[in-house]
């Protein structure tokens, strides 16, 4: 059993920072990677950034790589979204979601391979 909940999203400006958390409880939180995704309007759930079991290994999509940072306090069973210089585009739902494998070295990116999502966090840029 595990359960992801997401939490800090908010109304910012675009240029603004924030920071999202994905608080975990289960067994297998910290031997599996975690993966933030977002879903803006009308639009598909798209990958947005993941990390994994260990920390060591990290990828991003395009679109926020140099501004979003993902990092994890596998003591704290949580995974933190560093998102800086947002931008209206970046407005969207978003979400964490938990590896549906265990200690793999590398991370994924697709939906498909991740079997437990929060209920999302909604994140709005004004322009």
């Known amino acids: 059993q595990v359960q992801l909940v997401e939490s800090g999203g908010r109304l910012v400006q675009a240029g603004d920072s924030l920071r999202l958390s994905c608080a975990a409880s289960g067994r297998t939180f910290s031997s599996a990677a975690v993966g933030w995704f977002r879903q803006a309007l009308g639009k598909e759930r798209e990958f947005v950034a993941a990390?994994?079991?260990?920390?060591?290994?990290?990828a991003y999509a395009d679109s926020v790589k140099g501004r979003f940072t993902i990092s994890r306090d596998n003591g704290k069973n949580t995974v933190y979204l560093q998102m800086n210089s947002l931008k209206p585009e970046d407005t969207a739902v978003y979400y964490c979601?938990?590896?549906?494998?265990?200690?793999?070295?590398?991370?994924?990116?697709?939906?498909?391979?991740?079997?437990?999502w929060g209920q999302g966090s909604q994140v709005t840029v004004s322009s």
């Open positions: 979601a938990l590896d549906s494998y265990t200690w793999r070295a590398q991370v994924v990116t697709s939906p498909p391979e991740y079997a437990y």
């Open positions: 990390i994994s079991w260990s920390g060591r290994n990290t």
